[in-house]
């Protein structure tokens, strides 16, 4: 009996074991269709994550403006989306580098750090887009001075530039003088891109200015510019433009030898009666205060360069005159006055007068930076009626020295009174502004966060002349995308079927086995 059941032992172990590899073999095909039904959805998320997020994109370009002001050179890379938008970049900075010194006044052989600050943006662009990418080198009031007194001098330097630039890598598309109107023009832009009232449809019936007007005071020029309703053909000062879909008439103005360190210079050499006299007293100046300048740099600039005194010794143009503080703001009222005076500006010789205006529109905002902000900020006016200036103008314009420098220890403390009486000539007497439209000025350092540069509204406008460019490539094509999911496709219904076929026979197999 004991054998019996050990026989019937084995025998069930046999059958175990029968069972097992009968159980493996006929699976492994189902393991099998398993792995492709994975590889089949794998595949597909695979191939469509390629697809999407590689190309297909618009590449950003690139563009280098250089501003060569009357005491800096400020190399700025800015970029935008190739595709732009109705035909104008929405353009952002992305690099920048700072020469100190104005080009004018350097040896024309002596460019370094200009051409080194070129140099150091250009390696912030990929180097597959430098041969594309455009360079363009603007100087403004310090060339034009320059090119007033010595135009050869001037071209001198330009061409230098030209052969440095050329060795960037970059494509050089200008390297030039630009006009007062012109910088005024791109400040315009820069201002309305920042406040995004470009792609404002204008309302001409009657007119309703969409856009704010710009103001800007440097130091050797000033400019003004505005939008009118339509274009009046062959007027120099008028500029029309297409940006962003939108078509915009500017009216630009510009005074050269007018921003704030030019003007007071002239102011100076005004009130110099006899050149052997080298004391002179200065009513813009605190009481106490002494400023000292060479005679050269009095009587031989640019802008104080006339017919007044036709003949000065060499002596006398090395020597230093010095200027005394006065603290008088009616007798600094009437010197100032004087700065705008075209007829004794025609008396006196010089070759740029200031240029009136008398018809801006009462209903336009303006946005006023640089000088203007600098200065009403200084006197805490920024947001006050032409009367609250007037009246801090004039409290800060009785002070001495030591109570200037009470207030601030900045160097540009002591030239407040001027600054002041000045800007408010400037808009009074020069364009115009009244009581009633004080109001429309706003006196801003920046718009969002952003400074108010002309080299912005250069790019801006620029990027209208540059191509669009096409979407970047994709690491598989439209075509092998749908190749490819349609053979995944078919992978996984394949594996379907036949996981389902599998699992009815062996159901069937089942029932055949219960029956039996």
């Not at 970029?79 to 100190?100: E, I, P, Y």
């Not at 009481?287 to 050269?296: L, N, P, Q, V």
């Not at 007497?429 to 000025?441: I, V, Y």
Request: with cysteine; proline share 4%; net charge neutral.
């Amino acid at each position: 009996m004991e054998r019996t059941a050990l026989k019937s032992a084995l025998n069930e172990r046999n059958s175990l074991v029968s069972t097992d590899n009968s159980f493996t073999l006929k699976q492994w095909p189902l393991l099998v269709a398993l792995g492709a039904l994975i590889i089949g959805v794998v595949g597909i998320l695979t191939i469509s994550m390629v697809y999407g997020l590689t190309g297909g994109k618009f590449p950003d370009d690139y563009g280098v403006v250089m501003d060569a002001g009357s005491s800096k050179t400020n190399t700025i890379a800015y970029k935008w989306q190739g595709n732009k938008q109705k035909g104008t970049g929405c353009v952002s900075q992305d690099t920048t580098c700072l020469a100190k010194g104005g080009i004018a006044e350097m040896d024309p052989m002596k460019l370094d750090p200009v051409i080194d600050c070129a140099k150091n943006v250009t390696k912030h662009i990929d180097e597959r887009a430098r041969p594309k990418t455009p360079l363009y080198f603007a100087a403004t009031a310090g060339m034009r001075l320059l090119k007033l007194a010595n135009e050869t001098r001037a071209n001198e330097i330009l061409d230098h530039l030209r052969n440095e630039l050329n060795e960037t890598g970059l494509s050089v598309k200008a390297i030039q003088i630009i006009t007062g109107e012109d910088e005024g023009v791109y400040g315009w832009i820069t201002a309305n891109f920042l406040e995004q009232t470009l792609e404002i449809p204008q309302k001409t019936d009657p007119w309703d200015p969409t856009t704010l007007g710009a103001l800007d005071m440097g130091g050797a020029s000033m400019q003004i510019a505005y939008a009118l309703p339509e274009y009046i053909s062959g007027t120099k000062n008028i500029k029309q433009m297409k940006l962003y879909g939108q078509t915009h008439n500017v009216f630009s103005h510009s005074n050269l030898c007018f921003g704030r360190d030019e003007a007071q210079r002239r102011l100076r050499y005004l009130l110099v009666k006899d050149i052997t006299q080298t004391e002179i007293e200065d009513p813009c100046f605190p009481r106490g205060a002494t400023y000292e300048i060479k005679g050269s740099d009095l009587f031989r600039r640019p802008c104080t360069n006339s017919t007044r005194f036709p003949k000065i010794p060499d002596d006398l143009l090395k020597t230093n005159y010095t200027f005394k503080g006065t603290s008088s703001p009616n007798e600094c009222k009437t010197a100032v006055a004087n700065l705008v005076n075209t007829d004794l500006c025609n008396k006196t010789g010089f070759k740029e007068c200031f240029k009136k205006l008398d018809n801006i529109p009462d209903n336009q905002k303006y946005l006023a930076f640089a000088t203007y902000y600098f200065l009403t900020d200084f006197l805490n006016v920024t947001k006050a009626p032409l009367s609250e200036y007037e009246k801090a103008m004039q409290e800060f314009c009785l002070k001495d020295v030591d109570e200037v420098t009470n207030i601030s220890t900045s160097e540009f403390a002591l030239d407040h009174c001027f600054n002041a009486k000045y800007i408010h000539e400037v808009l009074i007497n020069g364009f115009g502004f009244k009581n009633t439209t004080w109001g429309n000025l706003q006196f801003v350092k920046n718009l969002q966060g952003k400074d108010v540069g002309w080299t912005l509204g250069y790019m801006i406008y620029a990027t209208n002349f540059i191509p669009e460019k096409a979407k970047t490539p994709r690491a598989i094509s439209a075509t092998g995308l749908a190749v490819s999911l349609v053979l995944f496709i078919f992978v996984i219904i394949g594996t379907l079927l036949f996981i389902l076929h599998s699992h009815r026979k062996g159901n069937s197999n089942k029932s055949l086995y219960g029956q039996a």
